[in-house]
């Protein structure tokens, strides 16, 4: 069963506005998140990350939301860029600061629109 | 390097042969990972080592599928008498903990393995 879900394989957005992506997830256990980004022919590469005991992280242009009650965290870009097209995974580990294994999503693929 | 190499980032192999693919961690990383990534999904679990001990291998989809890193730096995947299924993207990456306590896992280009 699928306990990392990224329910839209793709989304486009205009260069300059926010880009939205979301995750959902099943398992009670995880308590670490992070999100990698990547480019095709290459490995992912992180982005930005979220332990369980926040709701917010912040990072440049990048901010992760998370809801431990609706098992929900949620990516923006703001303000989005040509460059920020790629597919973007959302990852959880039940591990409180990482160092386990990392559970993925399917991606989504996010398109900037010049 | 700055980074997780892998070699090769290429490989073809007929039905029945053995293949062995190899990853660079991080120096000084303790943590290394391996994970299969089939076309369209995301990356999945396969094993997970701290130094030279392999601490997970509940990923590893059968028998055929071994890894070892002897001296807790280079990591090795070999998978015997390959199959069509094993057609994927082979990921390794390693972490260590940094000053804020978190690992982060930094993932090298993969190696993409085609099986006919």
């Known amino acids: 069963d699928q306990q990392v879900k990224q329910n839209s394989p793709s989304l486009s957005v205009q260069e300059g506005r926010i880009s939205i992506l979301n995750c959902d997830y099943t398992?009670?256990?995880?308590?670490?998140f992070l999100w990698y980004k990547k480019y095709p022919a290459e490995g992912p590469t992180f982005l930005i990350s979220?332990?369980?005991?926040?709701d917010k992280n912040e990072d440049g242009r990048f901010t992760v939301f998370l809801n431990k009650s609706a098992k929900h965290l949620s990516l923006h870009i703001v303000p989005s860029q040509p460059g920020d097209s790629a597919v973007y995974f959302c990852?959880?580990?039940?591990?409180?600061?990482?160092?386990?294994?990392?559970?993925f999503g399917t991606g989504t693929r996010l398109t900037i629109i010049p | 390097g700055a980074g997780v190499s892998q070699s090769p980032r290429y490989k073809v192999a007929k039905r029945g042969q053995d293949v062995a693919l190899r990853c660079d961690p991080i120096?000084?990383?303790?943590?290394l990972f391996w994970y299969q990534q089939a076309l369209g999904q995301g990356p999945e679990f396969l094993t997970y080592?701290?130094?030279?001990?392999?601490?997970?291998k509940s990923g590893l989809p059968s028998d055929r599928f071994f890894a070892e890193r002897p001296e807790g730096s280079v990591s090795t995947l070999k998978i015997q008498r390959t199959q069509q299924e094993d057609s994927a993207v082979y990921l390794c990456?390693?972490?260590?903990?940094?000053?804020?306590?978190?690992?982060?896992?930094?993932f090298g280009p993969g190696t993409r393995l085609t099986v006919l």
């Open positions: 080592f701290q130094n030279e001990a392999q601490l997970d």
């Open positions: 979220i332990s369980s005991i926040k």
């Open positions: 398992n009670s256990m995880f308590d670490y």
């Open positions: 120096s000084g990383h303790v943590s």
């Open positions: 990456a390693s972490s260590t903990r940094d000053r804020f306590g978190t690992d982060t896992q930094y």
């Open positions: 990852a959880a580990s039940a591990a409180p600061f990482g160092n386990e294994k990392l559970t």
